[in-house]
């Protein structure tokens, strides 16, 4: 085969809380990987330093040398212009503000660099290697702090005219809902991402119900996460069912809105939420059934992720892998 | 040019009120056209006999004989199953459950039939010879009774696993508004489509607010349909225009949700209501601005449709010619 004679390229997930880098070969498999903190606060020359380390890091583990990579793959929150390379505005790295990332890297390495969004990576990830294999039209989200999408129609990658398509988690489904950090209101994102569980089961113990969330953050309210109130659900606490089954019918009428657009085979949930399994994801299957056409909604199946925090160093590797096909073939 | 050798072939719009049929070439111009009333009251088998009374006079006027047809395209409302040539549900066509049309159509007549969404249809007209010429990745919207939608991803059609994507008027946009026909509560269709402003400016009307609207409908308020509406909003009626910027803001948010997720050069706007123009969609452009991410919302161009009533058969008559060429290329 002669994917197997090519090399590993180098992928990045630029992430809010670390940087993971990896070589990948052609097969999915990650030959080495390494990580740092971002430390976004320290803004982008800082991020873009250890961005490089890790590079650095995961090339020599590898036993490679930069000149011997043939393209990085970056995967990194937020809208990107994928055709210039620029980080447009990215909600993990708050100072970021049209920063060329791809023209700084392939300055600094002399290697060609492959922005894309992560969750767009991880769509591309799953669907080559992990829960969306052999299927042609694919809805992935990942479900954390925030809900980012990625979208395979016809086999292939879907990224729009600037390559910033995918953007799930900012569907508007209760208009005059929450405001969400995006500056839009009623996002799927403000109503069932992991923030919205933390901030919604915070806003009920601050009007005085109880529930053993208290207890499990020892009464400090501000540490809360969805984490905890899934803990707390697991143990069957009422406040926390209750704040889990919301966020989850919520993320039901935005895949019903899904199952609708787009008729997919398969939706893949990742992300942070998704370990909830059918805690989240069956109250998510029933409105489905509810509110979306039947024939759409008895066709999709929505199922969780497979490669886990892999998902995006392994799609920005396939997304670099593709681009250089494209351009060998353009050539 | 190739395709200038092929003959036409004959396109079908099975609409709610009336049944277009035309014969068509591969250049979109329509050799000939004939229609007849759905009377879709009277079910399923009279409308299949006056669908086939409209196709041979459109074949007649054509000098055609069925014989010499390569091949049929119907455009209908709702939701079918394309690859089995099934109507499976029809809002205008409320006693159709299941009707195998295409095999149907393909025993009586002894043509390959294409069964295609209207709004797909009318999607793909525009691409080929309307609005949408040029454009690699389009959104459709017919804003009319109710709300339909068709998407072209890289250039082509985006029809899903069962051939029913695009349901776009039954997004969820308000998750506790007012019921939809479709039994979904929110949807898009049932905050912005004609139905819903006519509905609402009776709602206000019996309310006791004052209103040309009532004069225009001579006081039966049950004959108020989108278009008086529109004609009190151009003659400056306050609860008119009201109406229709409500409207019109839903609309917004609808597109906005478009824009994210499908980071599209071009929306464009059929069906009735499109005949407001800006009325309708100046403010909803405005919403798109403030709700869609930057990026995408300053690439994205908001148009009419410009193909008029003729996008369902020029569409349905395109795909005919695709669906043959994919045979051949096939075979």
């Known amino acids: 085969m002669q994917e197997g004679s090519r090399g590993p390229v180098l992928a990045v997930d630029l992430g ?25 606060d320290e803004g982008p020359e800082a991020v873009i330093n250890r ?10 583990k590898a036993k490679l040398k ?18 210039k390379g620029i980080i447009t505005t990215s909600p993990n790295l708050p100072d970021w503000h049209d920063v060329p990332l791809g023209d700084i890297l392939a300055d ?26 052999r299927v042609d039209n694919l809805v992935y989200l990942t479900v954390s702090t925030g809900i980012g999408g990625g979208i395979i129609t016809n086999g292939k990658l879907y990224s729009g005219a600037n390559g910033c398509a995918g953007e799930i988690g900012h569907m508007t489904i209760e208009a005059h809902g929450p405001q ?5 209101f009623g996002c799927l994102e403000a109503l069932a991402s992991g923030t919205a569980v933390a901030r919604e089961a915070v806003r009920r113990l601050n009007q005085g119900e109880t529930s053993s969330i208290a207890q499990l953050a020892e009464a400090r309210l501000e540490t809360i996460t969805a984490e ?17 089954t919301k966020a989850a019918n919520y993320l039901g009428i935005g895949l019903a809105n899904l199952v609708n657009i787009f008729n997919p085979e398969l939706i893949v949930i990742g992300g942070g939420l998704s370990k909830m399994g059918d805690m989240l994801l069956e109250p998510a ?17 929505i199922v969780r992720a497979r490669l886990g925090s892999n998902a995006g160093i392994v799609g920005a590797a396939v997304h670099t892998f593709e ?3 494209d351009r060998n073939t353009e050539a």
Chains 1, 2 share one sequence.
């Open 180 to 184: 969400c950090n995006c500056g839009n």
């Open 66 to 83: 930069t000149s011997e990579l043939t393209g990085i793959g970056i995967a990194a929150a937020g809208i990107l212009d994928t055709e």
């Open 16 to 40: 809010g809380t670390k940087i993971i880098a990896a070589a990948v070969l052609p097969s999915g498999k990650i030959v080495s990987r390494n990580y740092c903190l971002t430390l976004a």
């Open 51 to 60: 961005l490089l380390s890790a590079v650095n890091g995961a090339t020599a």
């Open 228 to 244: 905890t109130v899934a803990l707390a659900a697991r143990q069957g606490d009422h406040l926390a069912c209750d704040v889990v």
């Open 323 to 325: 681009q250089q096909l």
């Open 285 to 301: 299957r029933k409105v489905v059934k509810e509110r979306a056409f039947q024939l759409p909604a008895r066709t999709v199946r």
């Open 108 to 133: 600094r390495l002399g290697v060609a660099t492959y922005l894309i969004n992560d969750a767009s990576a991880a769509a591309l990830g799953e669907h080559r290697f992990g829960a969306g294999k």
